[in-house]
């Protein structure tokens, strides 16, 4: 793993049309070209660049691999994956052949999700009516107890047709309908010459008849559209392999096409250009050799030979840290040849959601949750994520033990201090009944975690340097509020704090070197909008001297607003990792007294669990979300821009995200 992303270089080519096909299976073989359109070449040389015009259509080919995956689907089967050897083996695609072969199977089993809508609209309906009489919504329904004189199948079967329900009660009818419907269901009593029954018990025992008949027939119905699913599954099934190999055929075309798309032509020469890691160049290299047989012109340009903003980003993180740059991804993509933040927020979150979730027991739920989730996920590769999704279980299989760690050093295990704590017991400082010499009381656990706030944020510092030192930016470097004036700026901030609390919150302190060296600071500060403008001035850029003024008066007073008032803020906002701790100590401690005042050991065990499930579901949320809100505000904020763009290279797989 690199702590910096990966280095990338510029490979273009030049090979004959002939060997195009070739060049086209290699590459997607290797799938880690990141294509990109020719650029740059020679005016009167792009005059002579065409497109390829021939191909399919690439919606076209999506649309076609799309209705087939939806075949597969509803026959319960995976989406076949690609390996190399299926380029080997492609096959001329006849796209009429194709869409004659899908409407074909497509109309087989039209019949059957027919009636797969139907038998759906029965039981939605069998559910409504039961769900209201449930709640005792009888006011939208309307049940009825009486007889026809004859044709009784006839009356039965235009009843069922809106939706009714109807159960007999001896020679007694009892029909179940919406009042939504009683125009309708009116104009058939009317017609068949229904009677209303004048029995008293039996208008009473007809709503228990109609609830019941209605649980059998929603488990009918229930049985018929998993017959019904069935049915289609087994029809399906039947042209899984040609399914199969269709759907390779259209893939493999596909890709080929999302390829060719980049690609430029001459009269006789296909020309291609992407971005390759360095590491992969080779690999590269030697594909496009073998496939034309060294019939090519290969060029390579470094990533440091065109603008930073113009390279994809690759980040190297290991696998194990996959869940971590999904948080990364999701607040953007960090600029070529900066820092990988990965590894530092996997780091930070950890420890974050340790301190605010102590507990060896509560931690080993959530380990549960998580090998339970992905075992499931594992067996049910098809299954939509749910609730708890696969990337939440990926997650909570770091913050599970971090919780489980967290928990034994500060002694808590579902809410007791069942063993002695490693470092201090939480529950002791937090109910006032002492610490250990080092920890005593609320003040030392708020003194913890701004020690670490800091800690954080300098580590922010440091590696925001270090981005623009390799940016080469040396002047946001020098005089920025995140460069080393305003790392400077913070440290005094820090050195006048702690010795502030160290003299009984009664002195700030005043050493000889403190005046001198933050009047320097606040200077530096004044002096960067005039630097600045002389640095515009030498590449000709001119402005006015007043606006000058103004600007480095305004501009100087904003900065040191900015830093005292940000660095500030952002320290005392990691109180809030003391504030989700001692909460959660505070939830386990008022169960505790509540469970303690029932006098009764199963009362008292049921409290003990409720809250010890309540305290994981919302403790648990709020210590994940406010470790992602102290990443990202507090820590990103001060190194991480997010004005990259991800490298997604084409292969076998598509277009995806590589690590």
């Known amino acids: 793993m690199s702590l910096f992303t990966r280095k990338m270089r510029l490979l273009t080519a030049v090979v004959l049309d002939e060997d195009k096909e070739k060049v086209v299976k290699g590459l997607l073989s290797r799938g880690v ?46 989406i076949p994956s690609l390996s190399s050897s299926d380029l080997e083996t492609t096959e001329v695609l006849d796209l009429d052949k194709l869409r004659r072969f899908i409407e074909r199977l497509t109309v087989s089993t039209q019949s059957i999700k027919d009636r797969q809508r139907l038998v759906n609209q029965r039981y939605l309906t069998h559910e409504e009516m039961l769900r209201y009489i449930e709640e005792k919504k009888n006011e939208y329904l309307d049940i009825r107890v009486g007889r026809v004189p004859s044709r009784a199948e006839d009356f039965q079967s235009r009843l069922s047709q809106l939706g009714s329900v109807i159960d007999s009660d001896g020679d007694d009818l009892i029909v179940l309908s919406f009042k939504r419907e009683s125009g309708r269901v009116d104009d058939v009593f009317d017609k068949f010459h229904w009677t209303e029954t004048s029995n008293a018990d039996a208008q009473k025992g007809a709503l228990l008849k109609a609830k019941a008949r209605l649980n059998i027939l ?17 029809k399906i099934g039947e042209r899984i392999d040609d399914l199969e190999k269709a759907w390779l055929n259209v893939r493999i075309h596909e890709l080929c096409g999302s390829v060719e798309s980049y690609f430029s032509y001459t009269k006789n020469t296909t020309l291609l250009s992407g971005w390759v890691p360095e590491d992969e160049y080779d690999s590269v290299y030697q594909a496009i050799l073998e496939a034309t047989d060294g019939r090519c012109i290969i060029e390579a340009k470094e990533a440091t030979d065109v603008e930073r903003q113009s390279v994809p980003v690759s980040m190297s993180s290991p696998k194990i840290l996959k869940p971590f740059e999904h948080l990364v991804n999701n607040y953007g993509t960090p600029e070529y040849g900066s820092i990988n933040p990965t590894p530092f927020t996997a780091i930070s979150y950890i420890i974050m959601f340790a301190l605010m979730f102590a507990d060896l027991g509560q931690g080993f739920i959530l380990l549960l949750v998580a090998l339970i989730g992905k075992a499931y996920y594992k067996k049910n590769p098809l299954k939509k994520d749910g609730l708890i999704s696969r990337y939440l279980c990926s997650l909570l299989m770091f913050l599970g033990p971090a919780s489980m760690v967290g928990g034994l050093l500060f002694g808590s295990c579902f809410g007791f201090s069942w063993f002695p704590a490693l470092w201090f017991n939480y529950h002791s400082v937090v109910n006032g009944r002492g610490g250990n010499g080092y920890v005593n009381d609320i003040y030392d656990i708020l003194g913890i975690t701004i020690k670490f706030g800091i800690a954080i944020i300098f580590l922010a510092l440091i590696l925001n340097w270090i981005n623009l030192f390799r940016k080469k930016r040396f002047f946001e470097l020098a005089f920025d509020k995140n460069g080393l004036v305003g790392g400077a700026f913070y440290a005094i901030g820090i050195y006048i704090g702690f010795a502030f609390v160290a003299s009984g919150y009664k002195t ?54 900015e830093i005292f008032s940000g660095f500030l803020a952002n320290t005392l906002s990691f109180m809030r990792v003391a504030g989700l701790g001692i909460a959660h100590v ?46 990202y505000y507090e820590f990103f904020t001060r190194f991480f821009t997010g004005r990259g763009f991800a490298y997604e290279p084409i292969g076998l797989e598509g277009r995806r995200k590589a690590n």
Not at 48 to 66: F, G, M, T, V
């Open 586 to 631: 505070s939830l386990m401690t008022a169960f505790q007294d509540m469970a303690d005042m029932t006098g009764s050991i199963v009362f008292s065990t049921l409290i003990i669990i409720v809250g010890n499930v309540l305290v994981i579901v919302l403790e648990g949320l709020s210590a994940g979300i406010n470790s992602l809100r102290l990443n």
């Open 508 to 561: 700030i302190p005043t050493p000889s070197w403190l005046f001198p060296v933050l009047l320097i600071l606040i200077l530096m500060i004044f002096a960067s909008e005039p630097i600045d403008y002389i640095i515009k001035l030498k590449k000709g850029h001119k402005e006015k001297v007043s606006q000058l003024i103004i600007n480095t008066l305004i501009e100087s007073l904003i900065t040191l607003l």
């Open 33 to 78: 070209m990141d294509f990109i359109h020719i650029e740059g070449l020679d005016p009167e040389m792009m005059k002579k660049i065409r497109k390829n015009e021939d191909a399919p259509s690439i919606s076209e080919l999506s649309e076609y691999r799309i209705r087939i995956e939806n075949l597969l689907s509803q026959a319960d089967h995976r």
């Open 218 to 234: 929603i488990e009918d119905d229930k049985k018929d559209m998993q017959a019904l699913r069935d049915e289609i599954k087994e």
